[in-house]
T-cell receptor, first 111, second 114 residues
Framework: QKEVEQNSGPLSVPEGAIASLNCTYS??????FFWYRQYSGKSPELIMS????GDKEDGRFTAQLNKASQYVSLLIRDSQPSDSATYLC???????????FGSGTKLNVKP | EAQVTQNPRYLITVTGKKLTVTCSQN?????MSWYRQDPGLGLRQIYY???????DKGDVPEGYKVSRKEKRNFPLILESPSPNQTSLYFC?????????????FGPGTRLTVL
């Protein structure tokens, strides 16, 4: 079983809609989680990090963490075509300093 | 400009021919890491370094070596490359491994081993 699992997609949403990306993890010792965006042929770039249960909002992005269910999600409000990319979920167990990435979910936002 | 650089960006080589991929950062970061990215498998951590002379294995270290003699550089060495090491490689750095510190990724090195 992979440490971090994501649905590979593609997830297609119309412009202006809410895109919901999900991620589950197997290691209850994982303490912090990250969402990265990766455009085709480019390197990943950090969107948000979250380490407490609940929601964390940053502009159009909201990350949600539920440690009891071992579930992380990213909501993108008012989706734009420029949001079309692959979104990577990652977790880290801080004292081990290792990062585990999911395989990514491809998001297509249609104009 | 703050950045992580990798060289070369593209490399085609043959089985068994030793190669080194360089990684350098100019942000005085302590934590550096190497990942490989393969279709369907996502990013997998190969090695990481907490600071100079401190390195440790990630998820897939077999067939790779690293060294951290200077804070800014973290080269990835393939002593005897094999075709299953054909992949896209990323170097990354951050101030520390703390969740509050952003990991910055280099542009990637696409390696093909024939």
């Amino acid at each position: 079983q992979k440490e971090v699992e994501q649905n590979s997609g593609p997830l297609s949403v119309p412009e202006g809609a809410i895109a919901s990306l999900n991620c589950t993890y197997s290691d209850r010792g994982s303490q912090s989680f990250f969402w990265y965006r990766q455009y085709s042929g480019k390197s990943p770039e950090l969107i948000m990090s979250i380490y407490s249960n609940g929601d964390k909002e940053d502009g159009r992005f909201t990350a949600q963490l539920n440690k009891a269910s071992q579930y992380v999600s990213l909501l993108i409000r008012d989706s734009q075509p420029s949001d079309s990319a692959t979104y990577l979920c990652a977790g880290v167990r801080y004292n081990f300093n290792k990062f585990y990435f999911g395989s990514g979910t491809k998001l297509n936002v249609k104009p | 400009e703050a950045q992580v650089t990798q060289n070369p960006r593209y490399l085609i080589t043959v089985t068994g021919k030793k190669l080194t991929v360089t990684c350098s950062q100019n942000m005085n970061h302590e934590y550096m890491s190497w990942y490989r990215q393969d279709p369907g498998l996502g990013l997998r951590q190969i090695y990481y370094s907490m600071n100079v002379e401190v390195t440790d294995k990630g998820d897939v270290p077999e067939g790779y070596k690293v060294s951290r003699k200077e804070k800014r550089n973290f080269p990835l060495i393939l002593e005897s490359p094999s075709p299953n090491q054909t992949s896209l490689y990323f170097c990354a750095s951050s101030l520390s491994a703390s969740p509050s510190d952003t990991q910055y990724f280099g542009p990637g090195t696409r390696l093909t081993v024939l």
